[in-house]
């Protein structure tokens, strides 16, 4: 089992342009959900996705678009990139039938923002 | 709304003592759950512990075990003989209904020789 894997793992952008990040959940995981982790903090919900539709959102603005696919995985996209958008991005899986049960991370795609 | 705040931004303890990381917490909601988790210099973020709201008995997982103190909405972790792979960033989160996850701003420990 692969656990969560997201890509590319690190990403350089300019302001102003648009970047799209990826997420495979585990295996048997139905529910995503993306975070943001600023340098020193922890991590922020932006939003989570079960059955391809956004199901919550956190106070990120409308900059901030998501989707899920049909085999569970799922894109963040991030358009007219800000330098304080600069972070990890975190994606977590988990199984939504089941509660609280464990939330998978995977890595992070480090995206600086030039 | 619900907040997670740790007020230690560092800690240090010497291998095989016994440290003890502080977090404190709010919200609304009766049923909801509490976590640590650690996260290395890998990234990846680690599950170490978690702890349902409504069992009153403290959680244990071999070195880590937590004091949870539900009237004082306090959930500390404390790691027993410390290794020096327990250096990392150690988050404290919570989770209600809503199953998001809202986390402190974390505490970085480091173990020494």
């Known amino acids: 089992d692969a656990g969560v894997t997201q890509s590319p793992t690190h990403l350089i952008k300019t302001r102003g342009q648009q970047v799209t990040l990826r997420c495979s959940p585990k295996s048997g995981h139905d529910t995503v959900s993306w975070y943001q982790q600023a340098l020193g903090q922890g991590p922020q919900f932006i939003f989570q996705?079960?059955?391809?539709?956004?199901?919550q959102r956190g106070n990120f603005p409308d900059r901030f678009s998501g989707h899920q696919f049909p085999n569970y995985s799922s894109e963040l996209n991030v358009n007219a990139l800000l330098l304080g958008d600069s972070a990890l991005y975190l994606c977590?899986?988990?199984?939504?039938?089941?509660?609280?049960?464990?939330?998978?991370f995977g890595q992070g795609t480090r995206l600086t923002v030039v | 709304a619900q907040t997670v705040t740790q007020s230690q931004p560092e800690m240090s303890v010497q291998e095989a003592e016994t440290v003890t990381l502080s977090c404190t917490y709010d919200?609304?909601?009766?049923?909801?759950?509490l976590f640590w988790y650690k996260q290395p210099p890998s990234r990846q973020m680690i599950l170490v512990i978690r702890q349902e709201a409504y069992k009153q008995q403290n959680a244990t997982e071999n070195r880590f075990s937590v004091n949870f103190q539900k009237a004082a909405k306090s959930f500390s972790l404390k790691i027993s003989d410390s290794q020096l792979g327990d250096t990392a960033m150690y988050f404290c989160?919570?989770?209600?209904?809503?199953?998001?996850?809202?986390f402190g701003t974390g505490t970085r420990l480091q173990v020494t020789l």
């Open positions: 989160a919570l989770t209600g209904t809503a199953s998001k996850l809202t």
């Open positions: 996705y079960y059955e391809e539709e956004e199901r």
């Open positions: 977590a899986s988990r199984v939504d039938r089941i509660f609280p049960n464990e939330a998978f």
């Open positions: 919200t609304s909601e009766n049923n909801y759950y």
